[in-house]
């Protein structure tokens, strides 16, 4: 790629990042949330693949990094979820909010921030959202771009005759 476009793209993919964290961080009270912010920071992470290649690209993300994330935004999305059955019997029950008051006060108080515009547990799930969807769509085109070096690293294309096509 260009030398104008690698100068562009890594301003321009953290500008997208933040973009998508200030979306995740807005979802309880506007259009948008975990989603929407996740796709956002992947492309933005997409972007400088796409320009800079998969071993130049200025975000080092291991393999191992991107499964424990995806693994931490996994689990908390199951405990919120269980911390919602344990303590008002039903699976994400919004236990900041408490609609029917069946959550004790002391749980209540956890997820419970005082801002009129407070959403209970839902920020917390937008956030291990956007961490899967981030992650997610990240690995897929790594995948896509590690495969795509091995095949032209290990095979030559040929025509019917035999000769190596450059």
């Known amino acids: ?10 301003p321009a993919s ?14 309880h009270i506007t259009p948008g949330g975990g989603f929407q912010g996740g796709a956002m920071i ?12 998969l ?19 996994a689990l908390a999305y199951v405990f919120l979820g269980i911390a919602g059955l344990a303590f008002s019997g039903f699976y994400l029950y919004n236990l900041g909010v408490d609609i ?7 749980i209540k108080n956890l997820f419970d921030y005082p801002d ?12 291990v959202v956007g961490l899967k969807v981030m992650v997610g769509l990240a690995a897929v085109v790594i995948a896509f ?10 095979e030559e294309e040929t025509d019917e005759a035999g000769w190596e096509i450059e």
Do not use: Q
């Not at 771009?145 to 290990?154: I, L």
């Open 1 to 10: 790629m260009s030398t104008i476009l690698k100068i562009f793209v890594l």
């Open 14 to 27: 953290l500008i997208i990042m933040c973009w998508g964290v200030l979306t995740i961080l807005g979802g």
């Open 42 to 53: 992947a492309a933005g992470f997409i972007f400088c693949l796409v320009v800079y290649g």
């Open 55 to 73: 071993k130049e690209s200025p975000f080092h993300l291991s393999h191992d990094f991107l499964s424990g994330i995806e693994s931490i935004g």
């Open 100 to 106: 029917y008051g069946i959550v004790p006060v002391f």
């Open 116 to 127: 009129p515009t407070h959403a209970g547990i839902i920020p917390y799930l937008n956030f």
């Open 145 to 154: 771009m590690g495969f795509n070096e091995y095949k032209d690293d290990s």
